[in-house]
């Protein structure tokens, strides 16, 4: 079993910089895939980010560039370094667990709000 809580979201100017963190409680977090998602109002999930347990990494075209997923697997916890945010990044943002990238995933946090204004 896996448990996920994430930190860091909060309000914005459009421009700015927020790092969303992810704790993880599992003793083998290293071999998990993790993502960041996000939901903004009135619309569907969609995946942000991910990174495999080789620290292969993954992002959605609108963040390229501009976003970075790492992790530090001896706390362990996932991040999510966000800069030049824009309006439409407004959204819920949450972290996500699965054995492997290509499978559905299983095990989420809460999710932490991110609101840029």
């Known amino acids: 079993h896996v448990q996920l809580v994430e930190s860091g979201g909060g309000s914005v100017q459009a421009g700015g910089s927020l790092r969303l963190s992810c704790s993880v409680s599992?003793?083998?977090?290293?071999?998990?895939?993790m993502g960041w998602f996000r939901r903004a109002p009135g619309q569907e999930r969609e995946v942000v980010a991910t990174?495999?347990?080789?620290?292969?990494?993954t992002y959605t075209d609108s963040v390229k560039g501009r976003f970075a997923i790492s992790k530090d697997n001896a706390k362990p916890t996932l991040y999510l370094q966000m800069n030049s945010l824009k309006p439409e990044d407004t959204a819920m943002y949450y972290c996500?667990?699965?054995?492997?990238?290509?499978?559905?995933?299983?095990?989420w946090g809460q999710g932490t709000q991110v609101t840029v204004s």
């Open positions: 599992s003793y083998s977090a290293s071999r998990y895939c």
């Open positions: 990174i495999d347990r080789y620290g292969r990494t």
């Open positions: 996500a667990a699965e054995g492997d990238c290509l499978w559905a995933f299983g095990y």
